[in-house]
């Protein structure tokens, strides 16, 4: 299967604590994305990086919170000092620009819910 | 700042009926729109898109309206068929931006 994959599926943490989670892009993408969505809502954007360059961040996106994409290929996002109000599901995405059509067409994975105690 | 809706949070059809899910967005940038299945415990599931210079895409069941002087868009679905039934999000896009719609649960009733 080539699709975006996401690990873990689910953590469940205690208030304070760190959680990292991953994200695997379809191979031939360079543009991935981080969501949030939580329930009743659409995903919201968090991030995105363009191979390994973090081109944009969201103002939900607080100093807590961290994206790296070292080789370009695999991104992981890290939240410090985790809050109730961090409980969602982070959801990842890829794309590759469409040169001819000019459009961009997102690929989601599972995701990874997260529920913070 | 809700820059893409769906007002309607839920829609019931009968199998077999046509399914009709509405979109409304506010930024005039947004030239490509795209609607998501989601089933519960999955992510989104890109189903179909449109480009702003055309007004009317379709795949198969499912055909995308669109309407840029009333800044609407809508996803019909021919025949609905149980398995449709799912959280259905319409996306607008300028460049990398994306903005997601909350959502039309669609329940197709056999």
């Known amino acids: 299967d080539t699709g975006v994959s996401q690990n873990p599926r689910h953590k469940i943490t205690k208030r304070g604590q760190n959680v990292t989670f991953r994200c695997d892009p379809i191979?031939?993408?360079?543009?991935l994305y981080w969501y949030r969505q939580t329930l009743g809502q659409g995903p919201e954007f968090l991030t995105y990086?363009?191979?390994?360059?973090?081109?944009?961040k969201s103002r939900l996106l607080s100093d807590r919170f961290s994206a790296e994409r070292p080789k370009g290929s695999f991104s992981t996002l890290e939240i410090q000092r985790t809050e109730q109000g961090d409980s969602a599901m982070y959801l990842c995405?890829?794309?590759?620009?469409?040169?001819?059509?000019?459009?961009?067409?997102?690929?989601f994975g599972p995701g990874t819910r997260l529920t913070v105690l | 700042d809700q820059q893409v809706k769906q007002n309607s949070p839920s829609l019931s059809v009968q199998e077999g009926r046509i399914s009709i899910l509405n979109c409304d967005y506010t930024?005039?940038?947004?030239?490509?729109f795209l609607w998501y299945k989601k089933y519960p415990a999955e992510g989104p599931t890109f189903l179909i898109s449109?480009?702003?210079?055309?007004d009317k895409n379709e795949d198969g069941r499912f055909t995308v309206f669109l309407n840029k002087s009333a800044k609407h868009l809508s996803l019909h679905i021919v025949p609905s068929q149980p398995g449709d039934s799912a959280v259905y999000f319409c996306?607008?896009?300028?460049?990398?931006?994306?903005?997601f719609g909350p959502g039309t649960r669609l329940s197709v009733l056999p």
């Open positions: 191979s031939e993408h360079n543009r």
């Open positions: 449109i480009s702003s210079i055309k």
């Open positions: 930024n005039s940038m947004f030239d490509y």
């Open positions: 995405a890829s794309s590759r620009r469409d040169s001819l059509l000019g459009t961009d067409t997102q690929y």
């Open positions: 990086f363009q191979n390994e360059a973090q081109l944009e």
């Open positions: 996306a607008a896009s300028y460049g990398q931006n994306f903005v």
